[in-house]
C-alpha cells in the first residue's frame, strides 16, 4: 500500500494509472477550490481504467456551517458528480445506532434497519460514489 502526500490537483495531474489501480477520497472533493478541474482529472483517470471511490457529505440538505467546505452537497449534486465522472453507482450512507448480540460462532445472525427517520434517499448523510466497479462489489 502507498500513501502519497502531495497538492490534491497537481497530483491527479499526473498519469496514476501506472502505479494505482484505484483513486480512493473520503470526505475530501468538498474543500477543493477547484472542483470542476478535479472532477476533469479524475474522469480521465477513470476512463483510462483507475477506480473511483469517493465520498461526499451531504452538507447541502443539513445546512451544516462547515468553514473548510468550498462546496456543499446534496443528492442532486452528488449524482450530477457521477455523471460527470463517466456513471457508475452511488450509495448512500444513514447513520444508525444499534448493537447485535450472538454466540460466538454463530454465523445465522440478521440484522435489518427498522424505523429509520428520514430514511429517503435525499435525507442520506453521505454519498459514495463508484465508478469501474461493478454493482456487486459496491
Known amino acids: 500500500m502507498t500513501f ?3 497538492d490534491a490537483h497537481a497530483y491527479l495531474e499526473g498519469d496514476l494509472a501506472e ?11 468538498e474543500h477543493l477550490s477547484e472542483l470542476d478541474r478535479a472532477l476533469e482529472h479524475l474522469r480521465r483517470h477513470s476512463d483510462g481504467g483507475v477506480r473511483l471511490i469517493l465520498s461526499v457529505p451531504n452538507s447541502a ?5 462547515n468553514p473548510h467546505h468550498v462546496t456543499d452537497f446534496d443528492r442532486d449534486l452528488a449524482l450530477e458528480m457521477l455523471e460527470r465522472l463517466g456513471g457508475g453507482v452511488m450509495l448512500e450512507q444513514f ?7 450472538g454466540r460466538p460462532g454463530d454465523d445465522s445472525l440478521e440484522a435489518r434497519l427498522r424505523s429509520l427517520e428520514r430514511a ?3 435525507y442520506a448523510n453521505h454519498f459514495l460514489l463508484f465508478t469501474n466497479v461493478s454493482a456487486s462489489m459496491a
Open 120 to 122: 429517503e434517499p435525499g
Open 61 to 65: 440538505t443539513f445546512e451544516e456551517q
Open 4 to 6: 502519497q502526500t502531495a
Open 95 to 101: 447513520l444508525s445506532e444499534g448493537s447485535l448480540i
Open 19 to 29: 502505479e494505482y489501480d484505484a483513486i480512493v477520497c473520503f470526505e475530501g472533493l
